[in-house]
């Protein structure tokens, strides 16, 4: 079982214990880890125990609030794909070299000044990186100057990573074809996470599939105009 869903948002005053079963039976086959426990303050106690059992596991969405002792059992995981709230994260700028080898991450933040830059630099692998579109929009294009390796910039609606996200609007004389909005499609179900990683589709495949043809169309753009 390459992918497991794990949802514990606790209901009112009586938390939901996620039953580990699947996990002590396949965790160490484990690649693709959601856990969801956030709301109202709640640290899962089981977190720890939900990360132990896969030790095997590249991507992580971990929406929930954590300790610094589970923040660092994260960070010593082989992630290369992640997707947590990064106020915790640069909370803890010495734990940074060991989220070096993360390729793709999802900030879950909003990066309103220059100063915000240096959180991500210690991501020296990254090639893919999503943030709020409340974000500044002026500065995010100077991103791609300081992470020589990130190619892709996915701005996300809303509080939450789109996984039931489609493409927005492109226009090839104002935008940087690198830079793709994703909007919510409420057609979708809330399962499309699940979907989409086990059809190969997920949210990074669409971002990178629309730089590929926006490329394409400023390429015959640039063409036309010099013939």
């Known amino acids: 079982m390459e992918t497991i869903s794990i949802r514990t948002i606790p209901a009112q005053k009586h938390p ?23 709301l109202h303050n709640y640290k899962d106690p089981l ?22 002792p589970q923040l660092e059992q994260l960070a010593r995981l082989p992630l290369t794909d992640l997707s947590i709230s990064f106020s915790e994260v ?24 220059e100063s915000q830059f ?10 893919h990186l999503m943030v709020s579109t409340q974000s500044n929009l002026s500065i995010l294009p100077r991103l791609f100057k300081k ?8 701005m996300m609606v809303g509080q939450h990573r789109p996984a039931i996200g489609v493409v927005g609007h492109y226009d090839p004389n104002e935008d940087d074809p690198r830079i793709v909005k994703m909007v919510p499609n409420l057609d979708d179900r809330s399962d499309d996470w699940l979907v989409r990683i086990r059809k ?25 105009a010099t013939d």
């Not at 240096?118 to 090639?127: G, Q, Y």
């Not at 997920?202 to 015959?220: C, F, H, M, P, Y």
Request: charged share 20%.
């Open 16 to 38: 939901f214990q996620w039953d580990v079963t699947a996990l002590r039976k396949y965790g160490t086959h484990t690649r693709n880890l959601f856990i969801w426990t956030s």
């Open 147 to 154: 992470l020589p390796t990130l190619r892709v910039l996915i």
């Open 118 to 127: 240096t959180l991500f630099e210690n991501f020296t692998s990254i090639t």
């Open 200 to 224: 190969g589709r997920d949210i990074w495949t669409l971002a990178d599939e629309a730089v590929r043809e926006r490329q394409k169309l400023n390429g015959s753009l640039q063409r036309s």
């Open 90 to 113: 640069y909370s803890k700028p010495n734990l940074f070299p060991l989220f070096s080898k993360i390729t793709h991450l999802e900030a879950l933040i909003n990066v309103e000044s």
């Open 47 to 68: 977190v720890p125990l939900y990360l132990s059992l896969c030790p095997n596991v590249t991507n992580v969405l971990l929406w929930s609030d954590l300790t610094d």
